[in-house]
């Protein structure tokens, strides 16, 4: 008896829509923390200079420009 039923191939996404979405928040809050380490001046963070502060050893150590 021949087969008659064909096997269509099957589109599968490479990446799926869930993992994007997961990629690209992480993505955004680690962008909004390197911000907030490195550049805010207390202008986002609306904490004064406590987070300037806070971080300043750090920031001379991953060479942003302070001061
Ligand atoms: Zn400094």
Known sequence: MPNTQ???????PAVS???LAT?????????????????????LSQSGMYLHELMHDG???????CH
């Open 59 to 65: 920031r001379h150590l991953l060479g942003v420009p």
């Open 17 to 19: 829509p869930r993992l």
């Open 23 to 43: 990629a690209a928040g992480v993505t955004g809050v680690m962008l909004l923390l390197a911000y907030l380490v490195a550049f805010d001046q207390g202008g």
């Open 6 to 12: 064909t096997s269509t191939p099957v589109a599968v």
